[in-house]
């Protein structure tokens, strides 16, 4: 009986692993043909290596790239600034007026469809702009404050989960002995949830890295990002380079996922043996 | 005489330290809280406005809706004509029926299909567990856009599927399976399967093994322990999944833009053309109030849920 439950869960899963990742290999696979057709496999020509060559010498695609590199690398820089306040306020200062709204403003940019925020966000900028002057049209700087504030939500998640498991006696302890709150923080907190803005960081920038639909509200005519690139060519059907681009990109996050994955995993037994030696010495 | 000064100098240090807990609370609340007021809920508020504004030639297209006359009288016009144009307007209301059509069924789907993971992912021995869990988070960090991308090249008329169609011998002519609503719910489902598998996996786990020994040893089945005791004990994970697939889907724009055909009616996409299309900011405002509307009940019911995880 066991053993049959089981042998449907097996099949399950390995039903839903092949739905997420044959797509995914289909497009690496198809980036080595040389037909322009795609998924035609010529093979008199294949595989080569002609669309990468091709990719790396389209100056838009390289110049757009270099764009969603800078606005992904700030907004991850100032999302996990504002996500560790907002998961500090949320976990340690538990009363505070105006603490469910706080909750609903920091839960709801993560699910909330992504025209409404987009729509919301350039009614916002037209308005500033006609009230005091700023921004002064769109681009790299609308966009970034754009992206900013709907992948901060996705920090404060990855961040307050951490900070719940620190445990609290470490910081009451370095208090006891007189240090500030702030060098509690930088002290003792900070490093304990280090992994967690780690992780926090690396979502941010993807999350803005990728985003199509909030960017096309708050962009400007001289600011074209990397998926609003690849998105105005993928809506005239499959193109090889951008079957080149995917394979360069997946296998970027791939190597990044999985060595941090490791490193975390590393770190996290390097503290437990940290912490049995502590208890071992103690009495 | 040392004794007292040193007694006063530790008062007069915690004073200090205390007025700069106060200044450091203000500032870790106040920044945050700052920044979405003015980029989140400032933007919705302003949304509402334009919603009841009417359209007009120049830029921005929208007419004030708050003007001060010249004979020095405070006008304040709300036009209700975008609400009664949305409401009457059958396009419009198919739009939303379909948008929830299209995201329920996907969220079923999506579920029927991340259950059996999650809980295979969840019972696998510890070292398969982290790297199967990693298999899961992976095409989440993969581009969102270039993972739709990917089926326009399975699904097209000379694309793998319906060369194995054709060469199993199923089909005789390829099929068109792009711009029609099946390709709709393979893209939701597909790009939303993770959304639905971590919450799961993560209720399931938290599961205790030793309740589904005593079903056991009390003679209890195991397809009738999961249906009396994992699937319940699940819900929230149930719930907490359904949601963070349905949210999102019920507004999709990229899926229905790239997959879908032209009689594919769903409210992101009809949002996105109004807005850049026709350029009629009011009606765009209005259709995004009346979405939010709709999605308001669901996101509550998901922020409670996720905090009595938290709390748990």
Redesign the interface.
């Given at each position: 009986?066991?053993g049959r439950?089981?042998l449907?869960?097996?099949m399950?899963?390995a039903?839903?692993?092949a739905?997420?990742?044959?797509?995914?290999l289909?497009?690496v696979v198809?980036s080595f043909n040389a037909s322009r057709?795609?998924?035609?496999w010529d093979s008199a020509n294949s595989p080569t290596l002609a669309w990468y060559v091709e990719l790396f010498h389209n100056a838009p695609i390289m110049d757009s790239a270099r764009l969603s590199f800078r606005i992904a690398a700030t907004n991850a820089t100032g999302a996990v600034i504002?996500?560790t306040?907002?998961a500090?306020?949320l976990e340690r200062?538990r009363r505070?007026r105006?603490r469910a709204l706080?909750?609903?403003?920091?839960?709801?940019?993560m699910?909330?469809?992504?025209?409404?925020?987009g729509?919301?966000?350039l009614?916002?900028f037209?308005?500033l702009e006609?009230a005091v002057g700023w921004p002064g049209g769109r681009g790299a700087t609308t966009i970034t404050?754009?992206h900013?504030?709907f992948s901060?939500a996705y920090v404060v998640v990855v961040i307050?989960?951490r900070l719940?498991t620190v445990d609290r006696s470490l910081e009451e302890a370095a208090m006891d002995l007189g240090a500030?709150?702030?060098k509690v923080f930088v002290v003792i907190t900070l490093p304990l949830i280090m992994p967690a803005i780690a992780s926090g960081w690396?979502?941010a920038f993807?999350l803005s890295?990728?985003d199509?639909?909030i960017t096309?509200?708050v962009s400007g005519p001289s600011s074209t990002t990397l998926?609003q690139l690849?998105?105005s060519k993928?809506?005239l059907?499959?193109s090889p380079d951008?079957?080149a681009?995917?394979t360069i990109?997946?296998l970027i996050?791939?190597v990044?996922?999985?060595t941090a994955?490791t490193y975390l995993?590393r770190l996290e037994r390097r503290r437990l043996r940290d912490a049995q030696a502590a208890l071992g010495a103690a009495p | 005489m040392n004794a007292i000064a040193g007694r006063w100098r530790g008062r007069l240090r915690r004073a200090g330290s205390a007025r700069g807990t106060e200044a450091g609370r203000l500032l870790v609340i106040g920044l945050p809280y700052l920044w979405l007021t003015v980029f989140f809920l400032v933007p919705f508020l302003i949304v509402l406005k334009i919603a009841f504004a009417n359209i007009q030639l120049s830029m921005p297209p929208v007419e004030p809706v708050v003007t001060w006359t010249q004979d020095q009288v405070l006008q304040l016009r709300l036009h209700f004509s975008n609400f009664s144009f949305v409401f009457g307007d059958s396009l419009y209301v198919a739009a939303f029926l379909n948008s929830l059509k299209v995201a329920g069924v996907s969220t079923v789907l999506a579920l029927l299909i991340g259950y059996p993971m999650a809980y295979g992912i969840a019972r696998a021995p510890g070292a398969w567990r982290n790297v199967l869990f990693l298999l899961v988070v992976l095409p989440f960090f993969t581009s969102f856009l270039l993972r739709v991308y990917a089926w326009l090249g399975l699904l097209g008329r000379n694309g793998p599927v319906n060369g194995v169609l054709l060469a199993l011998g199923i089909v005789q002519e390829p099929l068109q399976m792009l711009q029609t609503d099946f390709a709709v719910y393979l893209g939701m489902v597909y790009s939303y399967l993770p959304f639905m598998v971590l919450p799961l996996y993560s209720a399931i786990e938290k599961l205790d093994l030793t309740l589904l020994e005593a079903a056991a040893d009390l003679g209890c089945r195991p397809t009738k322990a999961f249906f009396t005791v994992t699937l319940p004990l699940t819900l929230e994970g149930i719930y907490a999944g359904c949601l963070l697939v349905f949210i999102p889907a019920v507004g999709e724009y990229v899926i229905p833009a790239l997959l879908g055909g032209p009689d594919t009616l769903m409210i992101g996409r009809v949002v996105w053309d109004e807005f850049f299309g026709n350029r009629d900011w009011p009606v765009a405002s209005a259709l995004a109030i009346v979405l939010l509307a709709i999605l308001t009940g669901f996101v509550l019911l998901l922020q409670r849920i996720q905090a009595r995880g938290r709390e748990a």
């Open positions: 009986m066991p439950r089981s449907f869960v097996l399950a899963m039903f839903g692993f739905f997420l990742y044959l797509p995914i289909a497009m198809y057709l795609v998924t035609v504002l996500g306040l907002a500090f306020a200062y505070f105006g706080f909750g609903l403003l920091t839960t709801a940019p699910v909330l469809p992504e025209v409404i925020t729509l919301s966000l009614l916002l037209v308005a006609q404050i754009a900013i504030t901060m307050q989960a719940a500030r709150p702030w690396v979502l993807i890295w990728d199509l639909v096309s509200f998926p690849v998105f993928v809506r059907g499959v951008i079957n681009l995917a990109l997946v996050v791939t990044c996922v999985v994955g995993v | -």
